[in-house]
């Protein structure tokens, strides 16, 4: 059965789910949207195959910064404080929307305890929201719920007021770990501008667009996304490669 357990991180308490089971060598790290608390994934955990582990980010559900802060590097360290928790080995790391810019922040510093990267529904870029949109957000609802009973809003606005653009294309590229991208063709995360940037800047990704899914690409199938980071993480791990083969890829 799945837990929920803690990690530390100076003195923050991130919680994790944590489906437990064999991780094959290298468990499964899902660092999930802005909106998004862990238990919005129990049902999808038996679908990784291996052992899989959903951070839960600071200020989110129950994980608490008593004291700070809410930017980019502090929410990265909450990542790799949970890794640090699971395994001392390699991971493949998933993300989903906003989480991804906080995941590919620690990536980037331990490339060497990276097998895979799943990217859903994002760009490799921290982005700042302009005021009257990061207010919409937490005025808004999520999966059926008001978005202020999933996150502080106190600690939404830090984390907002703490963003800063800024991109991760190039070091991303420049590294070329095996890559899967899923694209909502229906959200304006991802545009046809960035696709085809993905598709220059990373040639050997596996890119998949989900032409019925809003921006939670967990609608209306909520298997999909995680059947397509199971299929990189085996590839990945049989192959021990730095790259993945295009052919058969749902572009």
């Known amino acids: 059965m799945p837990q929920f357990r803690i990690a530390t991180h100076g003195d923050a308490r991130i919680r994790y789910l944590d489906s437990g089971g064999d991780d094959r060598g ?12 862990a238990e919005d994934y129990i049902a999808v955990l038996p679908l990784f195959g291996r052992r899989t582990v959903v951070v839960e980010l600071r200020g989110h559900g129950r994980s608490v910064a008593p004291g700070g802060p809410y930017d980019a590097t502090a929410r990265a360290g909450d ?20 989480g991804t810019s906080y995941a590919l922040t620690w990536a980037l510093a331990h490339p060497d305890r990276v097998r895979s990267i799943s990217i859903g529904d994002y760009l490799p870029e921290e982005i700042a929201l302009p005021e009257q949109i990061a207010m919409g957000v937490l005025d808004g609802r999520w999966r059926g719920t008001p978005v202020h009973e999933r996150v502080d809003r106190n600690a939404a606005v830090a984390t907002f007021a703490a ?22 063709p229906n959200s304006p995360i991802i545009d046809a501008a960035a696709w085809d940037r993905y598709r220059r800047s990373f040639p050997d990704a596996r890119l998949y667009e989900f032409p019925d899914s809003p921006h939670d690409i967990f609608r209306p199938d909520r298997g999909r996304y995680p059947a397509l980071v199971r299929e990189l993480a085996e590839w990945a791990d049989a192959e021990g490669s730095d790259t993945v083969p295009r052919a058969g890829q749902g572009r």
């Open 26 to 37: 290298a468990p499964v790290v899902f660092v999930p949207g802005f909106t998004c608390v």
């Open 79 to 98: 990542i790799g404080a949970v890794i640090d928790d699971v395994t001392a080995g390699p991971v493949h790391l998933m993300t989903f929307s906003r």
């Open 163 to 184: 963003a800063v653009s800024r991109s991760m294309w190039e070091p991303l590229a420049q590294w070329g770990p095996p890559l899967l991208v899923v694209r909502s």
